[in-house]
C-alpha cells in the first residue's frame, strides 16, 4: 500500500524558515520523481518544486524565488522541503506527491502559516 505522511508544518513568522519531511512507503522510492505541492485557502493546487529520482535535478516555482530547496533521501525514502525567508503568501497546505506507473499518490498535507 503507498503511503506519504509528510510533517514539519507549523506556524512561523515572516522570514521565518521550515523544513518540512515525507516519509514514503509501499513502491520502490528511488526509482521515481517526487515533488511537494501546496494549496492556499481559496485557491488551487500549485506545483511547488520537483527531484529526479536520483536527486541530480530539480526545478520549482517562478513564486517560490529561491527561497525554497528540495531534496531526498533514498535510503531512507524520506523527501524534504528547505523553506527560507518565508511569506505570508506561502501559508498553504504543503503536500507530498508521486506520479506512480499505475497511479497518483498524495499524503495527507501538512499546514504552514506564516504571520507578518
Known amino acids: 500500500q503507498v503511503r506519504l505522511v509528510e510533517s514539519g508544518g507549523g506556524l512561523v513568522q515572516s522570514g521565518g524558515s521550515l523544513t518540512l519531511s515525507c516519509a514514503a512507503s509501499?513502491?520502490?522510492?528511488?526509482?521515481?520523481?517526487m515533488h511537494w505541492y501546496r494549496q492556499a485557502p481559496g485557491k488551487g493546487r500549485e506545483l511547488v518544486a520537483t527531484?529526479?529520482?536520483?536527486?541530480?535535478?530539480?526545478s520549482y516555482s517562478d513564486s517560490i524565488e529561491g527561497r525554497f530547496t528540495i531534496s531526498r533521501d533514498n535510503n531512507r525514502n524520506m523527501v524534504y522541503l528547505q523553506m527560507n525567508s518565508l511569506k505570508p503568501e506561502d501559508t498553504a497546505v504543503y503536500y507530498c506527491?508521486?506520479?506512480?506507473?499505475?497511479?497518483?499518490?498524495w499524503g495527507q498535507g501538512t499546514q504552514v502559516t506564516v504571520s507578518s
Open positions: 506527491f508521486v506520479r506512480l506507473w499505475d497511479h497518483d499518490a
Open positions: 509501499g513502491f520502490y522510492f528511488a526509482n521515481y520523481a
Open positions: 527531484i529526479a529520482p536520483t536527486g541530480s535535478t530539480t
